[in-house]
């Protein structure tokens, strides 16, 4: 059983990797265009430690923020449109519109806003983060058992008792999904606000090597935003296993 868990923890998948990547480059003579080796990446990425440091606490710091408010914003909107059908058929298709629309075109409208500062990397992340969350809010509280409402209504429970005891624990499940993809999503938008103009960040120094054609540095960056993105899924994962072990019906 434990020879199992080892073998399947991410910690053996991660370094499964990285030893077929030492082994296959050399092996196969793969150029370092296509696919540099390991030991060049991780030489370029110690060389460049304390930028790689500061730019993955500001890219960390934009997604958290954007994240965090986005999420808010999708929870109460999911709540409204569940529970006010007029707000749902007015306001709900305005949002699935605006996720068509690319983030590039929506990034150059926040920078014109508020120019190359935090507050724009932060707007992108928010807009990346809000429609999952609001849309699995609103999915896992329409999600409710009618049967269940009417028996705690038979039983004088107020609409308050009734949203806290029933309707949330049911849609918690859902909504931890969406703050899943949100997170992702809103790490992938930080990033790319910080292809607009910036000094600081992991999309800043990506888009340098990018320029410089530094293909070494550029798969260093790859894995640290790996690395981000896995921690930020990691901790809500964690979470939904600590508070939410329960899962609708």
Do not use: H
């Amino acid at each position: 059983m434990k020879l199992r868990v080892v073998a399947s923890s991410p910690l053996t998948a991660v370094l499964i990797t990285m030893g077929i990547w030492l082994v296959v480059v050399p092996m196969f003579r793969i150029e370092p265009r296509y696919l540099p080796a390991l030991p060049d990446v991780l030489a370029d990425g110690v060389s460049i430690w304390p930028d790689l440091a500061a730019g993955f606490a500001r890219t960390l710091l934009e997604t958290l923020i954007g994240f965090m408010l986005g999420a808010a914003l999708g929870i109460i909107f999911g709540i409204v449109f569940a529970y006010v059908r007029i707000a749902e058929r007015a306001f709900f298709p305005i949002f699935v519109a605006l996720q068509t629309v690319p983030v590039i075109a929506f990034g150059a409208i926040v920078v014109i806003w508020f120019g190359n500062t935090i507050l724009s990397k932060i707007a992108i992340a928010l807009y990346l983060s809000f429609f999952p969350v609001a849309v699995n809010t609103l999915r896992g509280l329409q999600s409710v058992d009618p049967q269940r409402t009417a028996l705690m209504r038979s039983f004088g429970a107020t609409k308050t008792q009734q949203f806290l005891k029933l309707a949330l624990p049911t849609a918690l499940p859902t909504i931890m999904v969406g703050l899943k993809l949100g997170v992702s999503l809103g790490l992938a938008g930080a990033i790319v606000g910080e292809w607009f103009g910036d000094t600081v960040g992991l999309g800043v120094m990506l888009l340098q090597s990018l320029y410089f054609e530094q293909v070494p540095r550029m798969w260093v960056l790859i894995i640290a935003s790996g690395v981000l993105g896995t921690a930020l899924y990691g901790a809500l994962a964690l979470l939904e296993r600590k508070f939410i072990w329960w899962r609708p019906e």
